[in-house]
């Protein structure tokens, strides 16, 4: 009996790639098709800068925000990695209690969460879930301009969606297709990478 031939192994992405193609599949698509030197902008110095103070306060306020009680426990900067997946990436923070586990991600923004976002949030609980064994079921996003926290709860539909999405970005990739600009125009008006969409003006 002649043996299976082995499946290629799949590209590890990251989870900011989720995040970035539900934003606009082009900044994925200039990412990894036609790298550039990224310039550092004075928003990207600015979430840094607020990352470090966030991280500093977060330390000394209790769980309220997040509906749980002060035995809750947080991590912070929690590498995660699912070789199923061939997924990757770093989560803001974790809270766990009692065994329960949420994931927390810092946005630096006016907005609610975005689509986006819940779909960044939905990608990091699936590495968590595949680290720990257990399924989570809830995380948060975290706005630190009006400091709400905002429960995202994750669905099945999440899951097939963010699956359904890395499989895009691994065949854009491996087919070297530019896949259409978003229809948010508003978004390109700041993209560093408009220059290179020569269909938008």
Same mark, same amino acid.
């Given at each position: 009996?002649?043996?299976?031939? &082995? ?19 082009? !900044? ?7 790298? !550039? &030197?990224?310039? $550092?902008? *004075? ?18 306020? %209790?769980?309220?925000? @997040?509906?749980? %009680? ?7 900067? $929690?590498? =995660? ?11 803001? +923070? ?10 927390? &991600? ?14 960044? =949030?939905?990608?990091?609980?699936? =590495? ?21 926290? @905002?429960?995202?709860?994750? %669905?099945?539909?999440? *899951?097939?969606f963010v699956r359904a999405t890395? %499989?895009? !970005?691994?065949? +854009? !990739?491996? @087919? ?12 390109? $008006?700041?993209? &560093? ?6 269909? $938008?003006?």
């Open positions: 009996m002649l043996a299976e031939p &082995e499946r290629p192994a799949l590209l590890e992405l990251r989870v900011t790639d989720v995040k970035q193609f539900v934003y606009c599949p082009r !900044i994925v698509y200039f990412t990894y098709l036609m790298p !550039i &030197e990224k310039k $550092v902008t *004075r928003k990207m110095e600015y979430g840094k800068e607020e990352h470090v103070q966030l991280d500093r306060l977060e330390k000394r306020r %209790t769980f309220r925000a @997040y509906g749980l %009680t002060d035995d809750a426990e947080r991590r912070f900067h $929690v590498h =995660l990695r699912s070789e199923r997946l061939a997924l990757s990436g770093v989560l803001d +923070m974790l809270l766990v209690q009692r065994d329960t586990y949420y994931p927390v &991600e810092f946005k630096y923004t006016r907005r609610r969460p975005e689509l986006n976002h819940k779909y960044q =949030l939905m990608a990091c609980a699936m =590495l968590l879930e595949d680290t720990v064994a257990k399924p989570v079921r809830a995380g948060f996003v975290y706005v630190t301009e009006d400091r709400t926290a @905002y429960p995202v709860e994750f %669905t099945q539909n999440m *899951r097939d890395l %499989t895009s !970005i691994r065949d +854009m !990739i491996r @087919y070297e297709k530019m896949p259409p600009p978003t229809r948010q125009r508003r978004k390109c $008006v700041d993209c &560093e990478f408009r220059r290179f969409c020569n269909d $938008v003006h």
